[in-house]
């Protein structure tokens, strides 16, 4: 097990890999803005989601990662993802729906593979 106090390298290549995506996204809204948002659904909104889903999918991979890190000989990771604090008062937290979102991106074209921990958090 890592020491509490050592530091997070992870979460700077975690930052470095989202950064060009925001811009990117950033971009696409500030576009759409001055179009006053008229190509959204025909153009847009498929470049956005796919910026947005690998963003979801990078975060799903750090937080595994870094339970992993820190519980080498936990046998299953999803156990812990009710450690933060939940949305609202929706008995989701934040790490779960991190997880749900970047397994919706992942399987959205195969509903079948979206599974009950994916689902109920949607």
């Known amino acids: 097990m890592h020491h509490c106090l050592r530091s997070d390298s992870r979460i700077n290549a975690v930052k470095k890999l989202i950064k060009p995506i ?14 006053e948002y008229i190509y959204w659904d025909s153009v847009y909104s498929d470049d956005a989601e796919h910026l947005v889903g690998i963003v979801f999918i990078i975060l799903q991979n750090y937080i595994n990662s870094s ?7 936990l046998q299953k990771i999803n156990l812990k993802y009710k450690i933060d604090e ?3 008062n929706s008995k989701t937290t934040r790490i779960e729906l991190i997880i749900a979102m970047a397994n919706y991106y992942k399987h959205r074209d195969l ?7 994916t689902a109920k958090h949607l």
């Open 22 to 35: 925001q811009i990117e996204f950033e971009k696409i809204i500030i576009h759409n803005k001055k179009e």
């Open 67 to 73: 339970i992993s890190d820190l519980y080498p000989d």
């Open 86 to 88: 939940e949305i609202n």
């Open 111 to 117: 509903p079948e593979k979206l599974y009950e921990h």
